[in-house]
């Protein structure tokens, strides 16, 4: 009878926990980055962010770029916002580690990662990168050319996808709402 207790008691206990809502504070969806939705205005950002700090660009005129740092100093995420009459977030470049899209991508994810969870409808070869941009999603990976074989580092040719090597990192993860 002890043991029945036990483990209906164990069970319950996991149910509770395991059934729980997922926590979602470093979760990228196509229309959320963590607590930032594609609707945040940025007078709404101190809200959004109350355990965190907020840094705004006022060195510049117009500047539009805001960093999301956390109380510790922890550099989470930099925004850009749009010039509307209520301005949203536009653009958000992420430096956390913990924050994953919904298919486990992050910034210690690699190419293949890439390649098994998403399709790809275009590489941009630039300067000293080339970015990835997935079919039917608003994020972009970038990858530094380092992490491709010598021959392809200084091209400004178009690379191709079978060009890039899977175990290639991750630089940049970045989310466009436009």
Not at 104 to 121: M, R
């Amino acid at each position: 009878m002890r043991k029945t207790i036990l483990i209906f008691s164990a069970f319950s206990l996991l149910c509770i926990y395991g059934c729980g809502e997922k926590d979602t504070s470093f979760l990228i969806t196509e229309n959320s980055v963590g607590p930032l939705s594609s609707e945040t205005t940025v007078s709404e950002l101190e809200q959004v962010f109350v355990n965190d700090s907020i840094s705004k660009d006022t060195a510049k005129q117009g500047s539009n770029k805001i960093e999301v740092y956390q109380k510790n100093g922890k550099h989470l995420l930099t925004l850009t916002s749009n010039s509307d009459s209520i301005p949203t977030v536009e653009n958000i470049r992420i430096f956390d580690t913990r924050y994953k899209t919904n298919k486990g991508i992050g910034l210690h994810s690699t190419f293949k990662d890439i390649q098994d969870n998403y399709s790809i409808k275009k590489i941009v070869t630039t300067i000293n990168s080339i970015v990835i941009l997935p079919k039917e999603s608003n994020l972009y990976f970038t990858i530094d050319k380092e992490e491709l074989p010598s021959n392809l580092r200084y091209t400004s040719s178009k690379i191709e996808a079978v060009q890039i090597p899977p175990t290639s990192k991750i630089k940049y993860l970045m989310m466009g709402w436009e």
